[in-house]
């Protein structure tokens, strides 16, 4: 039966240990691409958060170069020039909207170049007050979310979960902001809007994980007979296919947005929000089975409990003279890389010996 037979029949034995070694790696080397980037590139902040006045008009046949020499007869020549939904042109600058007299001069040059008229070129103007204040708010409402959050969960199920899985949305926050500042993507209030999701939507996926984790931790079968990493190990075999459903039936429609809004509609926000759901939603993904998992794992290995454990698990495989983890595939099961090793308690079955014949069952005598 191939890998993708098993995922489908929810049947997969997957070491997740084993691959927790390479993953929290590759985390590590995204968390520090992302680092750099933020201090070398900083934010692509929008005019909501930084303030000033942006132009808009459709210009299919003109270049940035083109916007800069007619932007600097009028002394702008910094202002920040895009070219959105494809023959959009958008013209960013620090102008307050009470210096009417650049507003229109830089409108006018807009419209010259594009070959309009003035009140075919759109603008809108945001004093640098609002724009602080709409950062204050959504620094705030990332801090609240955290706080809630982190009660919830520990009210649930404990601190050492609750610091898990805030790990893990904070290894998605810094990996997403990290891509934006990499490729210079605007963060707009719909972005912010679309990390709040991505945050929520990672905290469910891990939450599942938690939830299963623990059913498997109350069952009498395992209680004292399974490492806390082996019990964790098997409750994500047992939602990776629910994980994996999940993430493409949300990443479908996300696509069918960024594709129609990008391409089709031209709709720039719509672009914008999708873009971050995107990230998020795979990067959210990612964390719930290698990046929570582990740590609530390391948090909860060294509790005195479960180092008691290990160490009784230890001995007793000392003195059969096997591994802790066949000890453990008595009531886990076997380990993908590992074959079920015979029990020693048990005497293996002797294969029947050349030339002796195996008598057939007696037939059951019908009533008559």
């Given at each position: 039966?191939s890998r993708l037979?098993?995922l489908?029949?929810?049947?997969t034995?997957?070491?997740?240990?084993e691959?927790?070694?390479?993953?929290?790696k590759?985390?590590?080397a995204?968390?520090?691409?992302?680092?750099?980037?933020?201090?070398?590139?900083?934010?692509?902040?929008?005019?909501?958060?930084?303030?000033?006045t942006?132009?808009?008009a459709?210009?299919?046949?003109?270049?940035?170069?083109?916007?800069?020499?007619?932007l600097?007869?009028v002394g702008?020549?910094?202002?920040k020039?895009?070219?959105?939904?494809?023959?959009v042109?958008?013209?960013?600058?620090e102008?307050?909207?009470?210096?009417?007299?650049?507003?229109a001069?830089?409108?006018?040059?807009?419209a010259?170049?594009t070959?309009?008229t003035?009140?075919?070129v759109?603008?809108?103007?945001?004093?640098?007050?609002?724009?602080?204040?709409?950062t204050?708010?959504?620094i705030?409402?990332?801090?609240?979310?955290?706080?809630?959050?982190?009660?919830?969960?520990?009210?649930?199920?404990e601190w050492r979960?609750?610091?898990?899985?805030?790990?893990?949305?904070?290894h998605?926050?810094?990996?997403?902001?990290?891509?934006?500042?990499?490729?210079?993507l605007?963060?707009?209030?719909?972005?912010v809007?679309?990390?709040?999701?991505?945050?929520?939507?990672?905290l469910?996926?891990?939450?599942?994980?938690f939830?299963k984790?623990?059913?498997?931790?109350?069952r009498s079968?395992?209680?004292?007979?399974?490492?806390y990493?082996?019990?964790?190990?098997?409750?994500?075999?047992?939602v990776l296919l629910?994980?994996?459903?999940?993430?493409?039936?949300s990443?479908?429609?996300?696509?069918?947005?960024?594709?129609?809004?990008?391409?089709?509609?031209?709709?720039v926000t719509?672009?914008?929000f999708?873009?971050?759901?995107?990230i998020g939603?795979?990067?959210?993904?990612?964390?719930?089975?290698?990046?929570?998992?582990?740590?609530?794992?390391w948090?909860?290995e060294?509790q005195?409990?479960?180092?008691e454990?290990?160490?009784?698990?230890?001995?007793?495989a000392?003195?059969?003279?096997?591994?802790?983890?066949?000890?453990?595939?008595?009531?886990?099961g076997?380990?993908?890389?590992?074959p079920?090793a015979?029990?020693?308690?048990?005497?293996?079955?002797?294969?029947?010996?050349?030339g002796?014949?195996i008598p057939?069952?007696?037939?059951?005598r019908?009533r008559?």
């Amino acid at each position: 039966m191939s890998r993708l037979q098993r995922l489908l029949r929810n049947q997969t034995k997957v070491d997740f240990p084993e691959l927790w070694k390479t993953t929290l790696k590759v985390s590590a080397a995204l968390i520090l691409i992302s680092v750099v980037a933020l201090l070398v590139r900083g934010v692509n902040l929008g005019i909501e958060f930084e303030g000033g006045t942006v132009w808009e008009a459709s210009a299919p046949d003109v270049s940035t170069a083109d916007v800069r020499d007619a932007l600097r007869g009028v002394g702008q020549a910094d202002a920040k020039i895009q070219f959105v939904g494809g023959d959009v042109l958008r013209v960013r600058a620090e102008l307050d909207a009470t210096d009417a007299t650049s507003v229109a001069e830089v409108s006018l040059a807009l419209a010259n170049l594009t070959g309009q008229t003035v009140d075919d070129v759109s603008f809108n103007s945001i004093s640098a007050s609002w724009g602080d204040e709409i950062t204050d708010k959504a620094i705030r409402a990332l801090i609240v979310f955290f706080i809630v959050v982190a009660i919830y969960i520990t009210l649930t199920q404990e601190w050492r979960m609750a610091l898990a899985a805030l790990v893990a949305v904070a290894h998605d926050i810094v990996i997403t902001v990290g891509i934006y500042s990499l490729f210079q993507l605007e963060v707009t209030p719909a972005t912010v809007i679309a990390f709040l999701t991505i945050m929520g939507y990672s905290l469910y996926d891990t939450l599942v994980v938690f939830d299963k984790n623990r059913d498997y931790q109350r069952r009498s079968a395992l209680v004292g007979r399974a490492t806390y990493t082996r019990i964790m190990n098997t409750a994500l075999n047992t939602v990776l296919l629910r994980s994996v459903n999940t993430t493409i039936t949300s990443v479908l429609p996300v696509l069918s947005m960024l594709i129609i809004g990008t391409l089709v509609l031209g709709a720039v926000t719509l672009a914008e929000f999708a873009v971050a759901l995107l990230i998020g939603l795979l990067v959210g993904t990612y964390s719930s089975l290698f990046v929570a998992a582990p740590a609530a794992a390391w948090l909860k290995e060294r509790q005195p409990e479960f180092v008691e454990l290990r160490d009784r698990l230890e001995a007793r495989a000392q003195s059969r003279g096997t591994s802790v983890h066949e000890v453990e595939d008595v009531a886990v099961g076997p380990s993908p890389s590992r074959p079920a090793a015979p029990s020693s308690d048990r005497p293996a079955r002797r294969p029947p010996q050349a030339g002796t014949a195996i008598p057939p069952r007696p037939r059951k005598r019908k009533r008559r």
